[in-house]
């Protein structure tokens, strides 16, 4: 980590926790949560954080302060966890639709299907860095989270919530969904991309490219996937 970003790092440490009254606050007071009025500045810069005045302290949102100071802060549901990485850039969490989570799955259709996925275009339209590595706690057939896999379980599951995982090994054309994860390999590449549309010649998808970046309107032709030596569908419709 540069020196800037350390001095940076350090003094908005500092800043969350100073104390801002002396001995007159009020027992009464002292776990009272209320918007703090203080102006926060990061080099010199003022910076627009939501903090809070609890016992005297200011308590800023840790993302915040890592979007604010561009520092790594992810969260891991399966652990429990939260960790802090001074060295890498700041990455907006995923923000999975509401309605992923709680649709039943007699409701899942291609067309609610093809809605999320419309939604989540608008979040990260074609060249947007996408959050990563993703943890899905679905259960999915992917554990690292980055790049082609990492896109497709997070993509599967804002569509599906935590419906189960079924692989088709080389389906047939008709077998293939919006949201469907299709996954080619050959000898020069390997690739899983997400089903947005079909038609009888080829499938509209969409895809990580370099770095974790989302790329949506891809196609992928119906003859050149077939002949791939390595073809299977992740499905996650009820059967």
């Known amino acids: 980590m540069n020196r800037k970003r350390e001095v940076i790092f350090m003094g ?13 606050v009020q027992a009464a007071d002292y776990l009272t949560a209320r918007p703090s009025t203080q102006a926060f500045y990061i080099n010199g810069q003022q910076a627009s954080l939501t903090a809070y005045l609890i016992g005297g302290s200011n308590y800023v949102r840790l ?33 999975i639709p509401a309605q992923a989570a ?9 067309e609610s299907v093809q809605a999320v996925l419309e939604q989540l275009k608008q979040t990260y339209p074609t060249g947007t860095v996408f959050p990563a590595p993703y943890h899905s706690t679905s259960g999915g057939p992917y554990s690292r989270g980055i790049h082609c896999s990492g896109w497709a379980t997070l993509c599967s599951d804002a569509a ?36 947005v549309r079909k038609t009888a ?13 989302a790329v949506w309107g891809g196609q992928y032709f119906r003859w050149w996937l077939e002949e791939q030596p390595h073809y299977i569908c992740y499905t996650r419709y009820p059967q």
Do not use: C
Not at 105 to 110: F, G, M, P
């Open 12 to 24: 908005i440490g500092i800043m969350a926790g100073l104390t801002l009254s002396g001995p007159a």
């Open 102 to 110: 709680v649709f039943p799955s007699a409701s899942i259709t291609e």
């Open 63 to 95: 993302r915040d302060v890592g979007r604010a100071v561009d520092f790594g802060v992810t969260y891991d549901a399966a652990t429990n966890s939260v960790y802090i990485d001074p060295d890498s850039h700041y990455e907006q969490e995923v923000t």
């Open 160 to 195: 599906f919530g935590n419906l189960p995982w079924r692989r088709i090994d080389r389906p047939t054309w008709d077998q293939l969904r919006p949201g469907d994860v299709v996954e080619y390999k050959n000898e020069k590449s390997y690739h899983a991309v997400v089903v």
């Open 201 to 213: 010649e080829y499938i509209v998808v969409t895809e990580s490219g370099m770095n974790n970046h």
